[in-house]
Each structure stands twice: as structure tokens, then as C-alpha cells.
């Protein structure tokens, strides 16, 4: 099945050229709708779709097979189950958040007591170098992990042979990349104060961009390098799913996907992400994807603009449209998709690809030595692999010489087998470069849905974690689509000992390992979702700081 949104035609219908892509809009019809189409395959309300010709097409035909569209009925009826509670998971996200800021800046439930008593109640601030995520509360952790043999061994003139020969084994590497994702949830403050003062790194830059899926600035990225001055390393990291935001769930479980001619197909919500189209206007796709935004391109390479006054190195942006850490919006002045504020897809400097790559381009001129990782924890994750796929895609062979690796973490899949092949093409030799690690039974790597009628496929060195952190290098996870009947039972008996296992941490690995109530709490919810809570930072963590390699054939418990 191939859907797409499409551009309009000259007699008023919808053009689509030669794109070909698949779009599943959830939104379009009602649960009538959704039973006849799971009946009947009638798919006019739910999906649209272009073959690639000339042609007008406005829906697909008729019949299908049965277990597509069984997939595409659960994929709506979740969409349409997170949309229904998005508002009130958006209320309860903001007040957990206070409240546990509260919490931690008046020293808990009974600091909090004496401070009421006594008239001292510190009140939490929104977007303040104190306020930490929901996320940051579940895993506490700020240092790295032996950050003086990191820092010591990036200096080192040996330090890229090093990485090669020990690649998903070099922890330290592996450790940053997993608390730069983790870090990425914060804000821009939160990040600043953690680079310079904790990992005594140098914090470039914050960017929030626009995504035009969830029609604000919403894709958030940070870059760090490990010095100001010759730097040997630059780090990329992109900010995951947020646990109380639908419109991430939303994409997560999404199945829309574009097909970029050579590459393969890729998942469409992804590439929303990071500016390079708009389901509302398929042309717009490949406007960004093949004319390589040629307007930006002149931006990019013009020297006489002027440098951001925060930022470490001069970039494209005037201080007007700069979104960074110089100029942070609050969540109630974030762009939309109405009124005078609309935003338009033809002004690159606001969109995450764009943004990112003139930044590491300038970065990488200045520091002639330096090599960049771009990591990510979940929707991160995506963004982390798409980011160098399209730097191929539009031949930055220059900048993707100087890339030491991607690492991503709980990621999910972004595209088709085509798409695989081709990157692998280009990140395995001579060396392995992309490395993707899988903690357990987390839900986000299973998604979007994997079988032999659907195209979604991993690609690149899967990096296994089992629930006794015991690592292993395979193709594919365990359960690969989650839902598979006889992995039910373990997937709760896992949950169960993820539960009892988080009251020892802290007597078998030591103080830092010690899990604090609000990741208890999750492991209960665990008994009940027991892949949303297999998708917390605290187990990547763990599994990057404590894993032990196996030989022997693995196991999924």
C-alpha cells in the first residue's frame, strides 16, 4: 500500500508527480469508517497515496491484504486513543513537572513541610538552570562515566585508532553519547550549566526548530565540543520523545512514509522533524530534499553574516530569527500554525537540518582536527541516523569524511530494507560507524510495525541489552514487533523483575545506580506497559555503565 499527500493539479485535483509516498491520517474519519476499511479495505478516508506517476490518485483501491490492514486499524485507533488524551497528558506533564521541581528544590516531602512552615518555599521556574524534566527526575545522573579517562583519551593522539579498535566497546564514547541524549530533554539553561560546569566540555549552541507534523518549535537540538579551541570532538544531539507530549506518541506510531528516489523509503513523520517537507503539500519534500534548499545553500556560504553573540562559532542567523540558547521563546509563545505567526517551509534557517548543518559545518572548518558523533535517545534517535543520511543524500562527502559515529538509543525504525542498504554502504566501511542499542523489551525500537507485508526495517550493528544488562551484537532484537503471543508472559515476568530488581540496585552496583521512587513508580506502571517503562534513560544508563558481553547464544529475559 502506497499513500501520499499531494500537491494540487492545474484542473484542481491533486498532483503528485513522481513522488511516491503513503500517508495515514488518522483524523479523517470516524469508527464506522475504521470498521468498514478493516472489512472492506475501502480506504478513502483514511489513506491517499501516489504510485510515482503522473497522475492524479486520491485513494487506494479497494481489498489489500488482511494483516496490512489490521496494522493500519490499531496504528489509527492508538493515534486516535493519544490525540483524545493529548490535552490532558500535556495538564498532567506540566504539573508533575512542577511538582516534582518543587519537590526537589525544597528538599523533598518533608524540606517542602518545614519550608511552609517557616515561609520558604522556593518556587520552581519554568526554563531556569534549576528546572529539570520529567526525564531528568526519573535518572538523576549528571557526571559521565570515568570523564577523565574521556577527556585524557580524546586528547590523545591515538584516540580515533582507539575508537576504531574498540568501537561499540569504547564505553566512555558510548556513555556520553547516552547522557548528551539524555541531556537533551532539559533546557537550554539546564544543558549550558551541565557541559561547562559538570562534563568541563564547552556548550555551543541550543536550537529549537520547527517541525512541521506537530506545526510548532518543537525538534530540539544541542551541540558541544570537548574544548573551545581545537577541538578533537563535536557532539550532535537530538532530543527524544517527551513522555507526556501526543504529538511525539503520535509520530512514533505513525505510518506515513516518502520515498526518496536511490535512498528508499523514509518515514515521513521524521523528516517533518527536521524541516525537510510537509505532509500538507507533498512538493515540499522534495523542494528540501533534492533542490538541497538553494536559497539556504547562498545563506550558508555567505561570509559577511553575523555572528550569534552566544553562540561558538558565527552562524547564519540575524539576532531576530535566531532560535538558540541567546533566544529562547516560552512554550506559550511557540510558534503555530494560525494567526500572524504561520510558519512557512521556505525559511531553512528555522528548520533543524538546516540549522544543524551550517553550525557543524563552521565547527568543523575551525577545528581542523575535530571528528562529530550525532546521538539520540528515542525520536532522537531517528532525527540522529536522518541527519547523515541526507548529508549523503545531498553529497556532503566533506563533512561525512570528518563523522566518527552515530550512536542512538532506543531508537525507532525510519525507514525500508532500500534504505538500509544504502546507508550501510556508507557507514560500514572501512570501519562500522552507526551503532543502534536496544535495552530489553522497550516498545520504540519495535515500532513502526515490522513483517513481511510492511516495509519498515533497523538497519546497522543492533547493540542488545537483556534485562540482566548483559550485552549482545544481533541483527535484530527479540520480539521484533512487540505483539508476538509468546513472548506475552515474559514480557510481564520481565516487568516483575525490573521491579524487584530496582530496590538492589543501589546495594549491587553502588550509590549512583540507586533508583530514586519516581522510577519505582514507573517500574509499576511497568506491570501494566511494560515497554514504556523498558524505555527509560535509567536502563540505557545502566546497560551502557554495566554491561557485560555475552558469546553464548542470547536469551530475551
Not at 538553494?294 to 552566544?310: C, G, H, R, V, Y
Request: net charge negative; hydrophobic share 40%.
Amino acid at each position: 500500500m502506497e499513500v501520499n499527500e499531494t500537491a494540487t493539479s492545474k484542473n484542481g485535483g491533486e498532483w503528485t508527480g513522481d513522488s511516491r509516498f503513503l500517508i495515514v491520517n488518522y483524523q479523517a474519519g470516524g469508527i464506522l469508517d475504521l470498521m468498514r476499511f478493516v472489512r472492506s479495505g475501502n480506504s478513502d478516508k483514511f489513506l491517499h497515496y501516489s504510485d510515482g506517476g503522473t497522475g492524479v490518485v486520491e485513494q487506494l483501491p479497494r481489498g489489500g491484504d488482511p494483516d496490512h490492514r489490521w496494522v493500519i486499524f490499531v496504528s489509527i485507533i492508538v493515534r486516535k486513543l493519544i490525540a483524545i488524551f493529548g490535552k490532558p497528558m500535556e495538564w498532567f506533564g506540566y504539573l508533575l513537572e512542577f511538582i516534582l521541581n518543587l519537590l526537589s528544590l525544597n528538599g523533598n516531602f518533608f524540606g517542602l513541610f518545614y519550608n511552609i512552615l517557616h515561609g520558604k518555599v522556593l518556587m520552581p521556574q519554568r526554563g531556569s538552570e534549576t528546572f529539570i524534566s520529567a526525564i531528568g527526575h526519573l535518572d538523576g545522573r549528571i557526571d559521565l562515566y570515568k570523564s577523565e579517562t574521556l577527556t585524557k583519551e580524546i586528547g590523545g593522539p591515538d584516540f580515533w585508532q582507539k575508537n576504531i579498535q574498540l568501537g561499540i566497546g569504547h564505553r566512555v564514547l558510548m556513555d556520553l553519547c547516552m547522557m548528551a541524549s539524555k541531556l537533551a530533554y532539559e533546557n537550554a539553561k539546564v544543558v549550558q550549566n551541565v557541559v561547562n560546569i559538570h562534563w568541563k566540555m564547552h556548550f555551543v549552541d541550543f536550537y529549537n526548530c520547527w517541525n512541521d507534523f506537530e506545526k510548532e518549535m518543537s525538534t530540539q537540538v544541542f551541540i558541544l565540543c570537548d574544548k573551545p579551541k581545537d577541538a578533537n570532538l563535536i557532539v550532535i544531539s537530538f532530543r527524544g520523545t517527551e513522555p507526556f507530549d501526543a504529538d511525539d506518541w503520535i509520530t512514533d506510531f505513525d505510518y506515513s512514509w516518502y520515498e526518496i528516489p536511490k535512498l528508499g523509503k523514509v518515514h515521513m513523520g521524521f523528516l517533518e522533524a527536521l524541516g525537510l517537507g510537509s505532509r500538507a503539500k507533498a512538493s515540499t519534500f522534495h523542494e528540501q530534499l533534492f533542490m538541497n534548499n538553494q536559497n539556504f545553500t547562498k545563506l550558508e556560504n555567505d561570509a559577511t553574516i553575523a555572528p550569534s553573540e552566544n553562540s561558538e562559532s558565527s552562524t547564519m542567523f540575524s539576532d531576530s530569527d535566531e532560535q538558540s540558547v541567546s533566544d529562547q521563546s516560552p512554550e506559550s509563545d511557540r510558534l503555530t500554525d494560525t494567526g500572524s505567526k504561520k510558519f512557512k517551509l521556505d525559511m531553512p534557517e528555522r528548520t533543524a537540518y538546516y540549522v544543524v548543518r551550517s553550525k557543524l559545518k563552521r565547527l568543523l572548518n575551525e577545528h581542523k582536527n575535530a571528528k562529530f558523533v550525532v546521538t539520540g535517545h528515542s525520536l532522537g534517535g531517528a532525527l540522529a541516523i536522518l541527519f547523515p543520511t541526507i548529508l549523503v543524500l545531498h553529497e556532503e562527502m566533506n563533512v561525512m569524511e570528518r563523522l566518527l559515529g552515530i550512536y542512538t538509543y532506543g531508537q525507532p525504525r525510519v525507514g525500508n530494507r532500500q534504505l538500509g542498504r544504502f546507508m550501510e554502504a556508507h557507514l560500514e566501511h572501512p570501519v562500522p560507524k552507526y551503532f543502534r542499542v536496544v535495552y530489553s523489551n522497550d516498545l520504540v525500537p519495535r515500532l513502526p510495525y515490522d513483517n513481511k507485508t510492511f516495509l519498515f526495517k533497523h538497519f546497522g550493528i543492533c547493540q542488545y541489552y537483556n534485562s540482566l544488562y548483559v550485552e549482545q551484537n544481533v541483527d535484530e532484537e527479540p520480539n521484533r514487533n512487540y505483539f508476538g503471543l509468546r513472548f506475552l508472559i515474559p514480557l510481564y515476568l520481565n516487568a516483575g523483575w525490573e521491579l524487584i530488581r530496582s530496590f538492589t540496585m543501589g546495594h549491587m552496583y553502588g550509590a549512583e545506580y540507586e533508583e530514586c521512587w519516581e522510577s519505582v513508580v514507573l517500574r509499576v506502571l511497568g506491570l501494566f506497559l511494560p515497554g514504556v517503562s523498558a524505555h527509560s534513560p535509567v536502563d540505557y544508563v545502566n546497560s551502557v555503565r554495566l554491561g557485560t558481553e555475552r558469546s553464548t547464544q542470547m536469551s530475551s529475559f
